[in-house]
């Protein structure tokens, strides 16, 4: 149902608040506004552009210097070759996939100490 029949429903409702009817369509249309709401909710991943990526990696601490544009770019070349898919589901949110990306930066660039400074005998 279109927002304009819906928006006639109701003024039409509202008008003739004392029918018996009135109440019932209101509800109608109420729910109808909950429904698409969810429908357009669960619509769909949308990939980000570089810009966006390039945004969040900016924003972060990890990547300085300038590497965000170029981690942005990789980021998106690596899941745009996977077709935004992660491991057999697609991705619902890139966001939570790039703050892992940065993790992952981090972890890679940190030292691993020993774990004793002890030589070995």
């Given at each position: 149902?279109?927002?304009?029949?819906?928006?006639?429903i109701e003024?039409?409702?509202?008008?003739?608040?004392?029918?018996?009817s009135?109440?019932?369509?209101?509800?109608?249309?109420?729910e109808?506004?909950?429904?698409?709401a969810r429908?357009?909710?669960?619509?769909?991943?949308?990939?980000?552009?570089?810009?966006?990526?390039?945004?969040?990696?900016?924003?972060?601490?990890v990547?300085?210097?300038?590497?965000?544009?170029?981690?942005?770019?990789?980021f998106?070349?690596?899941?745009?070759?996977?077709?935004?898919?992660?491991?057999?589901?697609?991705?619902?949110?890139?966001?939570?996939?790039?703050?892992?990306?940065?993790?992952r930066?981090?972890?890679k660039?940190?030292?691993v100490?020993?774990?004793?400074?002890?030589?070995?005998?």
């Amino acid at each position: 149902m279109t927002t304009s029949r819906l928006i006639e429903i109701e003024m039409l409702a509202n008008a003739n608040l004392n029918t018996r009817s009135a109440p019932i369509l209101l509800e109608l249309c109420a729910e109808v506004r909950r429904l698409q709401a969810r429908s357009s909710k669960r619509a769909g991943f949308v990939p980000p552009d570089v810009s966006e990526v390039e945004a969040v990696f900016a924003a972060g601490r990890v990547f300085r210097n300038g590497s965000a544009a170029a981690q942005a770019a990789a980021f998106c070349d690596f899941y745009g070759s996977k077709g935004w898919v992660v491991g057999r589901v697609r991705m619902t949110d890139w966001r939570a996939a790039a703050r892992n990306w940065e993790r992952r930066a981090a972890e890679k660039v940190a030292p691993v100490m020993p774990r004793s400074s002890e030589p070995r005998m």
